[in-house]
């Protein structure tokens, strides 16, 4: 859902209509899709009384890419009780070689942060709609 609505408002802001904004955005990693539309949004709109919002909302979405990776790309076992999970993600560092990182999360954490994505996501659908309504972006 955040990924999706982050196309949509980089292709909005594009404005070559829907059909081209998805050629264009369809094959981006999440952190190439961020670049271009923060790109996009300034070669249109300058550093308007909106950029700080708009950066505000891109920083979130960075943020909670680091996290979705963190979840992703770990090993998880059995907590410490029954309401955690242990993360176990293992580094190979050339300063000081193989190492294991475990910290326990729990359920309540997994479900907080995908309430941020959702939350984050209506916030960058109503930030599109702040910009339709001004004229800086286009729907279609």
Not at 26 to 40: D, G, H, I, N, P
Not at 59 to 77: C, F, P, T
Not at 109 to 114: K, V
């Amino acid at each position: 859902m955040l990924e999706s609505q982050l196309q949509t408002l980089a292709q909005s802001i594009l404005g070559s209509g829907q059909r081209l904004g998805q050629i264009v955005t369809a094959e981006l990693s999440f952190k190439a899709l961020r670049a271009l539309t923060v790109s996009l949004y300034l070669q249109r709109n300058g550093e308007d009384e909106n950029l700080e919002e708009f950066r505000s909302l891109i920083k979130r979405a960075a943020d909670a890419e680091e996290q979705r990776n963190q979840i992703v790309h770990s090993v998880w076992g059995a907590g410490n009780d029954a309401s955690s999970i242990t993360r176990i993600k293992t580094t190979a560092k050339e300063r000081h070689g193989i190492r294991s990182h475990f910290e326990d999360v729990s359920a309540a954490d997994l479900s907080t942060f995908a309430a941020e994505i959702k939350d984050l996501a209506g916030d960058l659908q109503q930030f599109w709609f702040k910009l339709l309504g001004i004229g800086k972006a286009t729907n279609g």
